[in-house]
Antibody, heavy 117, light 108 residues
Framework: EQLVESGGGLVKPGGSLRLSCAASGFSFSSYWMTWVRQAPGKGLEWVANVKQDGTDKYYVDSVKGRFTISRDNAKNSLYLQMNSLRVEDTAVYYC???????????WGQGTTVTVSS | ETVLTQSPGTLSLSPGERATLSCRASQSVTSNYLAWYQQKPGQAPRLLIYGASTRATGIPDRVSGSGSGTDFTLTISRLEPEDFAVYYCQQYGTTPRTFGQGTTVENK
C-alpha cells in the first residue's frame, strides 16, 4: 500500500499548481482520500477530502474557492488543483487514505509547495 | 469546528520513562473518533491509535490511548529511543478534520 505525491514546486503569489498522488497496492476506488499540509516548522492542517466516487468533497475554510480536490479512479490518482496561491499556502502537502472508519492510515511522503515572489 | 489543544508542548524525558500526553477537545468528539499520529523529522505522520484506544497495525503495546468525550490521553509506558518524536491528535468525527498543535517528546 503506497501513495506517491508529485507536482510541488516554486510558484509566485496568485499562481496555480496541480498536485498529484498516485496510489498502488490497494483498491483506490474503495476509499475516501484526503490532503493534509504542514507549513515549515508548524503542525499538521487538514486541507480537503473526497468520497470514493468523487461526488462529495469537503474543504478547510482557508482554501475554499481556491483549491479543488478530485480523483480519477481509473488511474488510481488523487489531485489537488491550487489556484490563487498565497504565501501562507507554502507547505509540504501529504495525501492520505482514509480507512473505513475515516482516520488516515496510509500516508505519502509529501511534496513541497513554495509560494514566493 | 472542534479545536484540539495538546499539552504539554514539550516533554523532556529519558529512555525507560513513562510519557503521558494530553489532548483536550473544545466539544465532545463524535463517537470518540480520535486518532494519534507520530511524526519524525523529514517523515510523514504515522498512525498510532484510532478510535481513541485501538492500536494501529504494528504498534507495540507500550503505546496506549484512552479517554472519551473531550479528554484523551496517549501513554508510552517505557520510552524507547525511537519514540522521541512529535505526536499529534486528530479528530475525524466531523468536518473539518482538525489536529492538535502537537507535543514534542524529547530526549532529556
Amino acid at each position: 500500500e503506497q501513495l506517491v505525491e508529485s507536482g510541488g514546486g516554486l510558484v509566485k503569489p496568485g499562481g496555480s499548481l496541480r498536485l498529484s498522488c498516485a496510489a498502488s497496492g490497494f483498491s483506490f476506488s474503495s476509499y475516501w482520500m484526503t490532503w493534509v499540509r504542514q507549513a515549515p516548522g508548524k503542525g499538521l492542517e487538514w486541507v480537503a477530502n473526497v468520497k470514493q466516487d468523487g461526488t462529495d468533497k469537503y474543504y478547510v475554510d482557508s482554501v475554499k474557492g481556491r483549491f479543488t480536490i478530485s480523483r480519477d479512479n481509473a488511474k488510481n490518482s488523487l489531485y489537488l488543483q491550487m489556484n490563487s496561491l498565497r504565501v501562507e499556502d507554502t507547505a509540504v502537502y501529504y495525501c492520505a487514505r482514509e480507512a473505513r472508519l475515516r482516520y488516515s492510515d496510509v500516508w505519502g511522503q509529501g511534496t513541497t509547495v513554495t509560494v514566493s515572489s | 469546528e472542534t479545536v484540539l489543544t495538546q499539552s504539554p508542548g514539550t516533554l523532556s524525558l529519558s529512555p525507560g520513562e513513562r510519557a503521558t500526553l494530553s489532548c483536550r477537545a473544545s466539544q465532545s468528539v463524535t463517537s470518540n473518533y480520535l486518532a494519534w499520529y507520530q511524526q519524525k523529522p523529514g517523515q510523514a505522520p504515522r498512525l498510532l491509535i484510532y478510535g481513541a484506544s485501538t492500536r494501529a497495525t504494528g504498534i507495540p503495546d507500550r503505546v496506549s490511548g484512552s479517554g472519551s468525550g473531550t479528554d484523551f490521553t496517549l501513554t508510552i509506558s517505557r520510552l524507547e529511543p525511537e519514540d522521541f518524536a512529535v505526536y499529534y491528535c486528530q479528530q475525524y468525527g466531523t468536518t473539518p478534520r482538525t489536529f492538535g498543535q502537537g507535543t514534542t517528546v524529547e530526549n532529556k
